[in-house]
């Protein structure tokens, strides 16, 4: 089992910036393939970003390909998404997610989720 927490969420204007952060416990971390996902209200949960266990491979929506960027440190067992540029469109909850199969978390369908963290951005 591996229970994961975000953070880092909150309102923002056009054009600044976040930094999310996932705190993962459980099961050991580093051997998990980790995705970022978003629900805006309305609207499907679609896939962000996602990383390989060791960070060495990366995937991006072409949404915020260029203005994101997923990160982790595994000796601090967390996760992180960096966001600049943000647009209004990328007001969503924001969620933190993780399996042992980097294809389920790519496609979508991981096994562990955080309970999501809120980000607004105004225009």
């Known amino acids: 089992q591996v229970q994961l927490v975000e953070s880092g969420g909150g309102l923002v204007q056009d054009g600044g910036s976040l930094r999310l952060s996932c705190a993962a416990s459980?099961?050991?971390?580093?051997?998990?393939?980790m995705g970022w996902f978003r629900q805006a209200p309305g609207k499907e949960r679609e896939f962000v970003a996602a990383?390989?266990?060791?960070?060495?491979?990366?995937n991006y929506a072409d949404s915020v390909k260029g203005r994101f960027t997923i990160s982790r440190d595994n000796a601090k067992n967390t996760v992180y998404l960096q966001m600049n540029s943000l647009k209004p469109e990328d007001t969503a909850v924001y969620y933190c997610?993780?399996?042992?199969?980097?294809?389920?978390?790519?496609?979508?369908?991981?096994?562990?989720w955080g309970q999501g963290t809120q980000v607004t951005v105004s225009s």
């Open positions: 990383i390989t266990w060791n960070g060495g491979s990366t």
């Open positions: 459980g099961r050991t971390f580093s051997n998990y393939p």
């Open positions: 997610a993780a399996d042992g199969s980097r294809l389920r978390v790519l496609s979508g369908k991981p096994n562990y």
